[in-house]
């Protein structure tokens, strides 16, 4: 049995809706960016999660 960890941090953070209201552009364009990277680091995650259930189990993405 293999067990797969996500390996990132998990941060509560207030709504991009609030952030935005009291923001000034250069702030809304850091936080825009900051979300593209997580947004990377979350499908590298699950990408590298598929291969292994591909790799150990290929039967868990059939459809029954």
Do not use: C, W
Request: glycine share 4%; net charge negative; no cysteine.
């Amino acid at each position: 049995l293999i067990f797969f960890f996500y390996p990132f941090e998990i941060q509560q953070q207030g709504s991009l809706a609030d952030e935005l209201v009291t923001a000034d552009k250069e702030k809304i364009i850091n936080t825009l960016r900051e979300q593209e990277e997580e947004n990377r680091r979350l499908r590298g995650y699950l990408d590298g999660l598929l291969m292994m259930i591909m790799e150990h189990n290929p039967s868990l993405l059939e459809l029954q």
